[in-house]
């Protein structure tokens, strides 16, 4: 039987080698795939001739299904989402260039341009900084231009400034609210999201926008929109802007020899009355019962600028003081006689001690427990300047 076998692989030999895939079997003129002792190949030769264990003989068996070749990944075709036209020179990444899929680049230097017709043309005619008949445009080349013979105008969907200037090319001068065209230029910081601007009718090419809200604690001294709100205002929470007994003005409780820190602020613009902003308002307890000994030994109260700039002559700042965030000034015997440069004061004492008589001597008037002190500026508005104020309650 191995002889049998042998000689059936001799048989075979007669066909191509080189296919390595079995051939499809010979049909005869009916259709009916021809068996047994075949000599052309169609069937394999192995299993002619050879019986099984009861003698029978074996016919050949023929596969009637044709094998797919195995694919030669060198042939393949290069998928381009895993090996991107790997020898595309393409310095200004347009994806254009040398060998690039895209096609060649006339001016590898420029994002804008690939083509000879972009090359050529594209152009900034009327040097508004907006372009026309680029390839495509980005920041350093914005476009197109709906008007390049008209520098007031540019892209159709260029940013609208405060300026007297219809940039997009929609004909209106200036058409959105101020918050949305302000600043023209610069990040203008501190300036209030909402309602921090407003914009004036100016000659085209000017400077519309104007201030008019600041962040809280913030002031824009100089009134010029490109630094924003510039001056840092005294800390909130530790002044107010309008008289109260709120706890973010309250200095403190004082007894006798007792002392405030020092506290700094800047008020940007001088006076326009209580209550309208232009203050700092701080409160101060001075309690009776913290002296030592009865009244008229409660002892003295002073106020005063431990620093404040200006001319020393005629300083920045001022002060009141009152009883009440109802009452006047100095009322209800307060004072009757001022510090330096009083009325309003840059300085000023209550005292209430019979051990020190002097012309502030108030024993017949009732003891300040509690005083509101408002601050303000009376020169050199437009300006960031701070002061120190200084509170303090000396022993007898």
Partial sequence: MLALALGGCAAGQG???????????????????????????????????????QGSAVTGQVDTSVTSPTSDPTTEPVDPTENPDPDCIDVDVDGYGENCQAGPDCDDNDY?????????????????????SCDQYGADKPGPDCDDNNKA???????????GIAENCAGEIDPLPADQMCPTTGDAPNVAGIGGWACNAVMPGGDGCEIIGCNSGYYD????????????????????????????GMLGVVAEGGVVPPLKGVIGFVDNGPGNGMEDWFSVD???????????????????????????????????????????????????????????????????????????????????????????????????????????????
């Fill in 153 to 163: 105008v540019g892209a159709m969907d260029a940013e609208e400034l405060c300026n």
């Fill in 15 to 53: 066909q191509d080698t080189d296919n390595p895939f079995t051939t499809a079997p010979h049909q005869s003129e009916t259709g009916t795939p021809v068996t047994g002792g075949a000599t052309d190949g169609a069937t394999d030769g192995a299993t002619d001739g050879v019986t099984d264990s």
């Fill in 286 to 396: 001075f309690p009776e019962a913290m002296a030592q000994g009865a009244r008229p030994n409660t002892g003295t109260i002073v106020v005063t600028f431990a620093v404040n700039p200006g001319d020393p002559g005629n300083p920045d700042y001022r002060f009141e003081v009152y009883r009440a965030c109802d009452g006047q000034p100095f009322a209800d015997g307060l004072a009757t006689v001022f510090g330096a440069g009083a009325p309003p004061a840059r300085e000023w004492t209550f005292s209430d001690s019979a051990a020190m008589p002097n012309a502030n001597y108030k024993s017949d008037i009732a003891w300040p427990e509690k005083v509101f002190i408002r601050v303000f500026r009376v020169n050199n508005t437009g300006s960031c300047s701070e002061y120190t104020l200084q509170v303090s309650r000396p022993p007898n």
């Fill in 221 to 248: 001294a100089n009134k010029m929109p490109a630094d924003g709100c510039e001056c840092v205002g005294t800390d909130r929470e530790k002044s107010l802007d309008a008289c109260s007994a709120d706890p973010k």
């Fill in 112 to 132: 804008n341009n690939h083509s000879d017709a972009g090359c050529q043309s594209c152009k900034d005619g009327d040097g508004d900084g907006v372009w026309i």
